[in-house]
């Protein structure tokens, strides 16, 4: 099984909701990464998690709060954001690996913030 | 990671081969060279990589130049779902572990 899985598929939220957005691989994958990709652009690193462990947070605001609760899930969690905030958020994972670290991307939660 | 330069968009007859340069002259001795793909309304998907030898499997072909500072994805037979964008990515064997994703070239196909 090489899929990664991600729910919901598309998302609105108001400025003041919180929501959750939740991404799972079966694929014994150690990282797990979230990326931001706005419309026509090419998708841009939020967090990666090895071993379940935050290991990059690149500078994202702390309206989004990533969560790894186990090795297979892996959660961002939204609170008070803004209409900017709306693009493709997609979930990814790898093996870790020095020299390939293939990563394998689910299909996307189409955000949009009113 | 070091920078890479692609066309921004292409285009190609469905059946032909298709031929996607990369450039990337300021690339180290130990970054793999990897392209990804992204279809319309999906997320991208792994398609090769290589380090200095050239590269074959079942999706596509990579041509690495010589010196590495170039390469190019080779697409035998282009079909029409394999319009798509194509990434072009250096990724260092002992750095950090994320994709940095430049700006691509759109591929389209023509039946």
Redesign the interface.
Known sequence: DTE?TQTPKHLVMGMTNKKSLKCEQHMGHR?M?WYKQKAKK????MF?Y?YEKL??NESVPSRFSPECPNSSLLNLHLHALQPEDSALY?C?S?M?G???????????TRLTVL | DAKTTQPNSMESNEEEPVHLPCNHSTISGTD?IHW?RQLP??????VI?GLTSNVNNRMASLAIAEDRKSSTLILHRATLRDAA?Y?CIL?A??G?????????TKLSVIP
Not at chain 1, 98 to 108: E, R, S
């Open positions: 990664v990282a990464y090419p998708p841009e690193l990666v090895s290991s990059i997609l990814a790898g870790l020095l020299y390939t670290d293939t990563q394998y991307f689910g299909p996307g | 793999y990804y309304s999906q997320g991208p998907e792994y990589h964008v990434y990724r064997v002992a950090s572990y994320q994709l940095t994703f430049g700006k691509g």
